[in-house]
Each structure stands twice: as structure tokens, then as C-alpha cells.
């Protein structure tokens, strides 16, 4: 059995019931296994994969809070502290009941690789909640977040820990989270990322995900002499990486005609009117249904199926597993000839390997949506410096931090003859940074 199985077998049997995790893990390992190969007994005897896949550091608490009935609640609160060889760890939380530890620890280790390719100095890690924001009222939702608070704020810092938002997690969870830390921790520090203008947020942070993802798809278009204009594009979701991603997409030229939430989703044959899902996602917190009674021409269909809709590109920037094989093979029968992962994993591994194997460019999560994070690094540095940057400052850092992580996945695939396999060239640009500052670090 090879070292990249044995460490994977060894996943399994450690870590039962935990499928969202060994699923990430065998990716990263099965395309690291060519690396891994060549160098084999070093790796092996410095227990390297058996160190990754390790978190550092798992927190769990109960986060009690009281509902709007007086009556008390009760949540379970996490922080998976994943890897901190390159820098303090950074990455978001989810507020969802869907929350577990396995899912924590599989965003967490896919950011130890995004974080690792942005090329900012930012380790991996993941935290949140399976408290629900939606249908809560303002003063629950600032409740359960002072609670949340009050625990988190024991372990992280500036300078440790600097957790974001992700699903369920805007500008006002954060604002709430903010205010709570600084109240107990008496520090006004850099200690989040998302955060409002009037106090430490950096410009472009909320759109910086979606922007980013288009922008790396731009990218890999150039270079096959492509362009988005004229593309009919399909978006799943229509939350904070959706909907910036829709804005960027249109700006390049492409025709949105479709975006879904976990109801169902929306056609709309003329183009996606951006401020009509804005008003009703970001302003009214409703479903996208409504989008149907306001616009012309569109329709909304419950459930899922979004991807019988014919595009030339599908950015699934939803949740994790949500495009399977069936729906890849649709997208592939229907001339599909992009897929760029704007959420993390929503494409399943099955439905990964279909789309690469039928001529469909794909371009995974832990590259594509890694602006958002990236954004975040330059909010944590203007916090340092007690500077804020123009717009065109930000967006323009960002923009070239996705063109250079396209090129160092395109390198690291074609320098193990994997061309196009940008899975693999991820995973592996990403490994090797980080591999190599734990070996720098000692056995720590
Ligand atoms: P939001 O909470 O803003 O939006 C999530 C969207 O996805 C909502 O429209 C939600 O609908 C929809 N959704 C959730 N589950 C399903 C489902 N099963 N089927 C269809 N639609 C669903 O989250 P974000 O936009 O921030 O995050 C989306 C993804 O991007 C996540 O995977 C996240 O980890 C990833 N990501 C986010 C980053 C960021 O900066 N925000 C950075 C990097 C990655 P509903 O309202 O019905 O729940």
C-alpha cells in the first residue's frame, strides 16, 4: 500500500463518522500521491501527511443564548484550528445546522491549501455553529453571537487566530462578533475580516470571492483564446460569493440566466437582474422565488435541477456536494465548457473526474474561491498599518493574486505532466509551501 492509502486508511479508521472530512482528505491525498512518490521515505519518516491531516487544535463549546420567548437555547460552538505553519490561522465561520466537526475540519484542511496559494501569510482554519441566522430576529441573532463570542474570544487574536464570515455569516454577524470581542478582550485589533467600513473593513472584502472566482476563470479562458463575452453563464446560490460572482460575470460580458437558494431556482432568459436579487437576498432576507413575481419572463422552479439549464459556464457557489455526476453529465450533454467552484467542494469527486474527462476545464474551490480569503490577508494588513486602500487599490491586489495563483496551479500540474488537471496542480502548489515551512519548523 502506498503512503498516500496508508495515511488515508488511517484517516478512516481514526476519525469515524466524519464522510465530509475523509472526502477532502482523499482528494488532497490522491493527487498529492505523484509528489509524494518521489521523495517517499523523507516524507515517511518525518510523518509529514500524518501531521496534515492532524489539526492542531479542535475548540468546542456550548454557546447558550436567550430566544425572543425568554426561553434559553442551546448551540455547539467550534473552532478548528487546522495548520499555522505559514502565518496565524485564518479562515471563516459557519452559522447553519448542517454544522458538525467533520464539515469544519474539511474547510479547514482545504484552507491550509487555499490559504497556502494566495501567497499571503495566512495558516488554515475553519470555525461556526449549527445555529440557524435564518428566521431569528436581529436581537437573537446579536444574543447568540455575544454568547459565541464570549467563548471564541479566549483563543484568537491579531496575531493567532482571525476568523471571517462564511455561510450565514454577513456584515451584521460580524458586526456583533466584533463588538463582543472588543467589550471582553478590551483590544481593538484586527481580530476579524469582513468588517464594516466605519471600523476596520477593507473595500472590495464583500465582493472580493465572487470577483475572484471570475477572474481566475478569466484567466484560464485567455489562455485557451476565450472570453467571457457572450457566455450564457449559470450561478447556483445567492448569497455573498453568488452574488458578486453574477456582478463580475456580467461586467465581462456574459449573460447570467440562472441562480437557485436550497428552495429552488430562478430561469431568466433575459439575464439576471442583479439589484432585484440584491434587494430581496441582502435588504429583505427572502427567498429567490420572489424573483419570479417581480421580473418578466422569469420562471422559478422548486427543488433542485438548476443544472438542466444549458450554459457554457457553471459557477456552483453554493454548499458543499451540491452538483453530483448526474447533473455534470447534463452540463457535459448540453455543451458545458467550464466549471469553476465558487463554494467549497460542491462538486463531488465522482462528478470532478466526469467533468475533466469529458472536456470540461474545471477549476476547484480551494484556487477559484480563494480571493475571498486572499481580500481578507489585505484587510488584516491595512488593520496593521491603520490604513485603508482605495477600491482600485484592493481590487487591483486582487485581481493579480488570481492571475498568479492560476499560474502556479497551471505550473504545478504541467510540471508533474498533469496538464489541465488543476485539481491536482492546487492541492500540490498548495502542499508544497506549506510542507516546506513545517519542515523548516522542527517537529512542532
Ligand atoms: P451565503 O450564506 O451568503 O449564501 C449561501 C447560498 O447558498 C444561499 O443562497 C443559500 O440558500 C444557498 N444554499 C445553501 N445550501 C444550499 C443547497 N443545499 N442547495 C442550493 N442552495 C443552497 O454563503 P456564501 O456565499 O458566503 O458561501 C457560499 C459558499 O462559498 C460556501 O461553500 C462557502 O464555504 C464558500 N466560500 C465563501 C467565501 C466568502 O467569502 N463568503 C469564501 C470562500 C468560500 P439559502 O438561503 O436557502 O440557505
Given at each position: 500500500m502506498s503512503y498516500t492509502e496508508e495515511v488515508y486508511e488511517r484517516v478512516v479508521a481514526q476519525n469515524p463518522g466524519e464522510p465530509e472530512f475523509h472526502q477532502a482528505v482523499k482528494e488532497v491525498l490522491d493527487s498529492l500521491k505523484v509528489v509524494i512518490d518521489r521523495n517517499e521515505e523523507k516524507y515517511r519518516s518525518l510523518s509529514i501527511l500524518e501531521r496534515l491531516v492532524e489539526p492542531e487544535r479542535i475548540i468546542s463549546f456550548r454557546v447558550p443564548w436567550v430566544d425572543d420567548n425568554g426561553k434559553v437555547q442551546i448551540n455547539k460552538g467550534y473552532r478548528v484550528q487546522f495548520n499555522s505553519a505559514i502565518g496565524p490561522y485564518k479562515g471563516g465561520l459557519r452559522f447553519h445546522p448542517t454544522v458538525n466537526q467533520s464539515i469544519l475540519k474539511f474547510l479547514g484542511f482545504e484552507q491550509v491549501f487555499k490559504n497556502s496559494l494566495t501567497g499571503l501569510p495566512i495558516g488554515g482554519g475553519k470555525g461556526g455553529s449549527?445555529?440557524?441566522?435564518?428566521?431569528?430576529?436581529d436581537r437573537e441573532v446579536m444574543a447568540f453571537c455575544q454568547s459565541f463570542m464570549t467563548e471564541l474570544s479566549k483563543y484568537i487574536g491579531a496575531d493567532t487566530d482571525v476568523p471571517a464570515g462564511d455561510i450565514g455569516v454577513g456584515g451584521r454577524e460580524i458586526g456583533y462578533l466584533f463588538g463582543q470581542y472588543k467589550r471582553v478582550r478590551d483590544l481593538y485589533e484586527?481580530?476579524?475580516?469582513?468588517?464594516g467600513l466605519t471600523y476596520g473593513g477593507s473595500l472590495i472584502r464583500t465582493e472580493a470571492t465572487g470577483y475572484g472566482v471570475v477572474y481566475i476563470l478569466n484567466e484560464l479562458m485567455q489562455s485557451r483564446n476565450?472570453?467571457?463575452?457572450g457566455k450564457t453563464v449559470v450561478v447556483t446560490g445567492s448569497g455573498n460569493v453568488a452574488i458578486y460572482a453574477v456582478q463580475k460575470a456580467t461586467q465581462l460580458g456574459a449573460k447570467v440566466v440562472a441562480m437557485c437558494d436550497s428552495n429552488g431556482y430562478i430561469y431568466d432568459p433575459n439575464g439576471i437582474q442583479l439589484d432585484v436579487v440584491k434587494d430581496i437576498?441582502?435588504?429583505?432576507?427572502?427567498?429567490?422565488?420572489e424573483y419570479a413575481d417581480r421580473v418578466e419572463g422569469a420562471v422559478y422552479t422548486e427543488g433542485?435541477?438548476?443544472?438542466?439549464i444549458k450554459c457554457d459556464v457553471y459557477l456552483p457557489?453554493?454548499?458543499?456536494?451540491?452538483?453530483?455526476v448526474d447533473g455534470v453529465k447534463v452540463l457535459a450533454a448540453n455543451g458545458c465548457k467550464y466549471i469553476v467552484e465558487?463554494?467549497?467542494?460542491?462538486?463531488t469527486r465522482e462528478a470532478t473526474d466526469y467533468a475533466m474527462a469529458n472536456g470540461i476545464f474545471f477549476l476547484p474551490g480551494k484556487a477559484a474561491n480563494a480571493g475571498g480569503v486572499a481580500t481578507s490577508a489585505l484587510e488584516m494588513s491595512q488593520n496593521s498599518q491603520r490604513l485603508s486602500w482605495t477600491s482600485e487599490e484592493v481590487d487591483a491586489k486582487l485581481h493579480q493574486i488570481m492571475k498568479d495563483i492560476y499560474a502556479k496551479i497551471d505550473d504545478a500540474a504541467k510540471r508533474y505532466d498533469l496538464k489541465d488537471n488543476f485539481v491536482a496542480g492546487a492541492n500540490i502548489a498548495g502542499f508544497e509551501k506549506v510542507v516546506d515551512a513545517m519542515i523548516a519548523q522542527g517537529i512542532v
Open positions: 449549527n445555529f440557524d441566522p435564518k428566521g431569528k430576529s484586527g481580530v476579524l475580516t469582513g468588517k476565450d472570453s467571457l463575452e437576498k441582502e435588504v429583505k432576507r427572502g427567498r429567490i422565488k433542485v435541477g438548476i443544472w438542466n457557489c453554493a454548499t458543499q456536494n451540491e452538483l453530483d465558487g463554494a467549497n467542494m460542491p462538486t
